[in-house]
């Protein structure tokens, strides 16, 4: 089993900062991708920004610019460095890891979710 657990998320002013973690441990050989996704009420989750093993990264439209994703491959840790924070991102934020087995199978895995509040 894996577990993802995230912290970071809180109450911020509009055009402030908050920085997202979230750590993996359990039976890990490997972590593929890393990434973070965020879900609006009564919405599906969608994905904002994704770092690959390789370092490649992705980020959505709505974050580009604004948001950074890093990781620390040795602590299988991946961060989300949110700026110019607008209340449009308030939201709860999930914590994605694709992870290689010992034995070779894969699974995909998910953090408890985080709130982030942007106040006007």
């Known amino acids: 089993q894996v577990q993802l657990v995230e912290s970071g998320g809180g109450l911020v002013q509009s055009g402030g900062s908050l920085r997202l973690s979230c750590v993996a441990s359990?039976?890990?050989?490997?972590?593929?991708?890393m990434g973070w996704y965020r879900q609006f009420p009564g919405k599906e989750r969608e994905l904002i920004a994704q770092?690959?093993?390789?370092?490649?990264?992705y980020y959505d439209d709505s974050v580009m610019d604004r948001f950074t994703i890093s990781r620390d491959n040795a602590e299988n840790t991946v961060y989300l460095q949110m700026d110019t924070l607008k209340p449009e991102d308030t939201a709860v934020y999930y914590c994605?890891?694709?992870?290689?087995?010992?034995?070779?199978?894969?699974?995909?895995?998910w953090g408890q979710g985080t709130q982030v509040t942007v106040s006007s």
């Open positions: 359990g039976e890990i050989f490997r972590v593929l991708s």
């Open positions: 770092m690959a093993s390789g370092g490649n990264t």
């Open positions: 994605n890891a694709e992870i290689q087995h010992v034995l070779g199978t894969r699974g995909t895995y």
